[in-house]
């Protein structure tokens, strides 16, 4: 952005401090919706909204689990009904497929399908296109630590929901 049109970082009112992790976490979150609202606009050729990507993705770390609707909600920490919504668009798709549970013939197992994986590969491939001018000027070295940083963020926080 243009320094014209930048604006200052926040301040907190009567000079009081903000606190570090608070102003951490404050941009975090600003950082995922703009890249939430990048990312489905560069979905939409695929035909695949940003809940939908990230149940794939989810799927995709380990594709021949399976797992019930329950699990990848509470693992998503979405509601059921949201999250089964999504997993009918993607089943219809058939980027999922299901089965019944060999433990429990009352409950499905979801799986991913290979050309849900593909439809999942061919969104990374846009993400890491357009993504790339925004780490432009980062060594490898800058983007490990950044990522190390953030993995240990994401561990705390899992470990401790």
Known sequence: MPAAKRRPAATAAAGAAVPLPFRIINWIGIIDQLAATRANRLLKPLDMALPQFIVLNHFSHRPAEGRTVTAVARALQQPQPGMTKTIQKLLLRRWLREQVHPDDA?????????????????????FARELAPAFAGWTHTELEQLFAQLDRLKRWLDENR
């Open 106 to 126: 009352r409950s499905k197992l979801l799986f991913l399908t290979s050309a849900g994986l593909a439809r999942h590969n061919d969104a990374v491939a846009i």
